[in-house]
């Protein structure tokens, strides 16, 4: 194992907000039109891997991605929203956002997490609490992963239910940017642009620490996660949130934080993200989410991240 990997599980949660509490051990089972509260609906699958969707102008006080989200103890940062059917959506998190043993170096084949059907998800701007309904910790460990492996070490994501009485406040497009405009499926290349937000409280809401911009610097785990440097360090209740891929297309989600050795650039600070598409195809491939599961996307992105 790489020296990287090894600090991977040591500052794991250094984008976090810090790790649960719970000593569950046990593995568990766009368009801009003029708006529409409904919920999303659904394409049954085999076709588009978005679910269009007309939603009207986003406003600050809906839950889209980069919302704050914590669970028993941790903060996060949300990242994308997804959907199977007009009466369900997801908002994507980070799977260590819901261990406690995230920041004790093991594992996350052999952690313990809070367990799916946990209901009390807080999501910034929802009047009612979450429920998580996938952990890609838990299902690797159901799954029988080898610790250590490239899936085991990479593959870190997670999805909250939104509660049936906030569908009517949903939106697709991302604080800062947008988007994401499609689900960026296959592999990024290394010099690629990125483009980052994390919503910790510890940037007092300015939105010029908020978003950040950077480039892939190394594909790893064999395209299971990506290492990206930015123009701003992440920080704790930054994990879990969205990467944007060149195009304003849905790349990743924010996974660790380390910090770069030497070399006069402003891009010092590198992230591994944890590559969305691989994880999606995941979950639905074993069985642990609905194969019709969408994101909802939102055409419009803005690089500069003054949106």
């Given at each position: 194992?790489?020296?990287?990997?090894?600090?991977?599980?040591?500052a794991l949660?250094?984008?976090?907000?810090?790790?649960?509490n719970?000593?569950?051990?046990?593995?568990?089972?766009n368009?801009?039109?003029?708006?529409?509260?409904?919920?999303?609906?659904?394409?049954?699958g085999?076709?588009?891997?978005e679910?269009?969707?007309?939603?009207?102008?986003?406003a600050s006080?809906q839950?889209?991605?980069?919302?704050?989200?914590?669970?028993?103890?941790?903060?996060?940062?949300?990242?994308?929203?997804?959907?199977?059917?007009?009466?369900?959506?997801?908002?994507?998190?980070?799977a260590?956002?819901?261990s406690?043993?995230?920041?004790?170096?093991?594992?996350?084949?052999?952690?313990?997490?809070?367990?799916?059907?946990?209901?009390?998800?807080i999501?910034?701007n929802?009047?009612q609490?979450g429920?998580?309904?996938y952990?890609?910790?838990r299902?690797?460990?159901?799954?029988g992963?080898?610790?250590?492996?490239?899936?085991?070490?990479y593959?870190?994501?997670?999805?909250?239910?939104?509660?049936?009485?906030d569908?009517?406040?949903?939106?697709?497009?991302?604080?800062?940017?947008g988007?994401?405009?499609?689900?960026?499926?296959?592999?990024?290349s290394?010099?690629?642009?990125?483009?980052?937000?994390?919503?910790?409280p510890?940037?007092?809401?300015?939105?010029?620490?908020?978003?950040?911009?950077?480039?892939?610097?190394?594909?790893?785990?064999?395209?299971?996660a990506?290492?990206?440097?930015?123009?701003?360090?992440?920080?704790?209740g930054?994990?879990?949130?969205?990467?944007?891929?060149?195009?304003?297309q849905?790349?990743?989600v924010?996974?660790?934080?380390?910090?770069?050795?030497?070399?006069?650039?402003?891009?010092?600070?590198?992230?591994?993200?944890?590559?969305?598409?691989?994880?999606?195809?995941?979950?639905?491939?074993?069985?642990?989410?609905n194969?019709?599961?969408?994101?909802?996307?939102?055409?419009?992105?803005?690089?500069?991240?003054?949106?």
């Amino acid at each position: 194992m790489t020296r990287w990997l090894v600090f991977v599980f040591v500052a794991l949660l250094s984008a976090c907000g810090g790790s649960s509490n719970s000593s569950n051990s046990a593995p568990s089972n766009n368009g801009s039109t003029a708006g529409t509260d409904n919920p999303p609906q659904g394409n049954n699958g085999g076709g588009s891997p978005e679910t269009p969707v007309s939603f009207g102008t986003p406003a600050s006080s809906q839950i889209r991605p980069g919302m704050e989200i914590s669970a028993d103890g941790s903060g996060c940062t949300g990242n994308f929203l997804f959907s199977p059917n007009a009466q369900t959506v997801y908002i994507g998190v980070a799977a260590h956002c819901f261990s406690i043993d995230t920041n004790d170096g093991i594992d996350p084949c052999e952690t313990n997490n809070l367990p799916i059907g946990f209901n009390q998800v807080i999501i910034e701007n929802a009047t009612q609490p979450g429920e998580l309904v996938y952990s890609s910790w838990r299902a690797m460990q159901e799954q029988g992963e080898t610790p250590g492996s490239d899936v085991c070490v990479y593959n870190d994501f997670a999805l909250v239910k939104v509660h049936a009485d906030d569908l009517a406040n949903i939106h697709p497009a991302s604080f800062a940017f947008g988007g994401p405009v499609s689900l960026f499926t296959g592999l990024a290349s290394v010099g690629d642009n990125v483009f980052a937000y994390g919503r910790s409280p510890f940037h007092f809401g300015l939105r010029n620490l908020e978003a950040k911009t950077g480039s892939i610097t190394a594909v790893l785990g064999d395209g299971w996660a990506y290492e990206i440097r930015t123009d701003k360090a992440s920080i704790p209740g930054d994990s879990g949130g969205p990467i944007f891929g060149p195009d304003g297309q849905a790349l990743a989600v924010t996974s660790v934080l380390s910090v770069g050795l030497g070399g006069p650039t402003v891009l010092n600070v590198r992230n591994g993200v944890a590559n969305v598409d691989r994880a999606l195809k995941y979950a639905i491939d074993a069985g642990f989410i609905n194969a019709d599961t969408k994101l909802l996307v939102w055409p419009d992105f803005y690089p500069a991240g003054n949106f």
